[in-house]
């Protein structure tokens, strides 16, 4: 993450330099954001191994990203560590007084 911030500061003009350099990348990218943007406005967006509700959530190591308004998972991810601590409920037992 620090070389790519170190980077980026010493090759600030590079993305615009690049797109300036070559159109079809631009078009190429215009024309997917447009079809992103689509299939956001129908519903989340999210990775294709997003978490099914129906399925309980094990312990485990787990990649978490925010999602912003518009449903769009973004690249930065934190990484976590989520244990489940369950213990069997023992039934109440309701005993009727006389």
Known sequence: ?????AWTQRNPDYWRDYRESHPEYVERN????LARNAKAQDG???????????IPLPSGVYHLSLVTDAAIAKMDVWTVE????????????????R
């Open 1 to 5: 993450m620090r070389a790519q911030q």
């Open 30 to 33: 215009r024309i997917l954001q």
């Open 44 to 54: 989340h967006v999210a990775k294709m191994d997003a978490s099914n509700p129906e």
């Open 82 to 97: 989520i244990r489940v601590h369950a213990c069997e409920c023992v039934p109440r037992v309701v005993i009727a007084k």
